[in-house]
């Protein structure tokens, strides 16, 4: 097999300079694959909408869900909230042929493998704090004093679990049973929304915001579970970083107000994932 291993996160529809960049993402082959980290939109038809066009032009999609997914947003006519949202953006994917992390795990036969590639749903538990506090309550303290709040705290809803980090518990067990039954012999790609550590979150110009950004209930998996490359997004500041000697890749695209000035008009927003980028920082 001949193809490549793209990535790509945070395509944020909504926008209609990225929908005409999500519009225009093109394989290079016709054995590329493409891993999609998370927020497409948060219009669950638009999502379905974006996923079956890249299915058409992908041999193989793979995708994770962000938090914008998973938004039940005033201008939605699909008032799904929490796991019964993720739910039926389980359901419609795998209608298009779109692997989540729901489905069995695939295995990358291409250039670099093989490796096992794992979607990860995961959440956000606070635990990455505000500078300076103690507790969940002291770090959303924090940042609702500097006005750097999440709009998960509104629209994000973890029905049926009482709480958004109760959530992200309960798929973080079920999720590290499943990688630790994966055959050890295999290394991995690891997909996530959010990343896997909280160090991707130390550059962030609110520091505040790493709360919603991750878990370290997930610190060691990318060693434990033999990743090659941890792709994420979230943070809209897309960058190759090794850490414990596994290589990071943060792929999004973001909002247009921050891609246009470093990327132009026409952004190359495909990452191949298994490349050894130049300038590893």
């Given at each position: ?9 945070d395509l944020h529809v909504s ?267």
């Open positions: 097999m001949s193809g490549t291993l793209f990535a790509v996160s926008y209609s300079a990225n929908r005409q960049v999500a519009d225009a993402l093109r394989p290079e082959s016709d054995e590329d694959w493409l891993l999609v980290a998370g927020d497409v939109g948060e219009i669950f038809d638009e999502v379905v909408e974006v996923l079956r066009m890249l299915s058409r032009r992908f041999a193989k999609v793979i995708w994770a869900p962000g938090n914008h997914e998973l938004w039940t947003h005033p201008q939605d006519p699909v008032r799904l909230r929490g796991d019964d949202r993720y739910r039926a953006l389980v359901e419609a994917s795998r209608e298009l042929g779109v692997l989540t992390p729901e489905d069995d795990y695939a295995v990358w036969p291409g250039e670099g493998g093989p490796l096992l590639i794992a979607p990860l749903f995961l959440l956000y538990d606070y635990s990455f704090r505000a500078p300076g506090t103690r507790t969940k309550s002291e770090s959303l303290q924090y940042a609702y004093d500097t006005g750097v709040v999440c709009s998960d705290e509104v629209l994000l809803h973890p029905d049926p679990y009482p709480s958004r980090e109760a959530w992200c518990r309960a798929r973080v067990t079920e999720t590290e049973r499943r990688l630790a039954a994966v055959d050890p012999a295999l290394h991995t790609v690891l997909v996530s929304h959010w990343p896997l550590i909280r160090r991707p979150t130390e550059v962030l110009r609110y520091p505040e915001f790493a709360q919603w950004c991750g878990t370290e209930l997930t610190a060691d998996w990318h060693v434990r579970f033999r990743a090659e490359v941890a792709v994420y997004g979230h943070l809209h500041i897309p960058r190759s970083t090794v850490h414990d000697g596994v290589r990071f890749e943060e792929v999004s695209l973001g909002y247009p107000r921050e891609w246009r000035p470093r990327r132009g008009d026409t952004p190359r927003a495909l990452r191949a994932v298994l490349d050894v980028p130049a300038g590893v920082r």
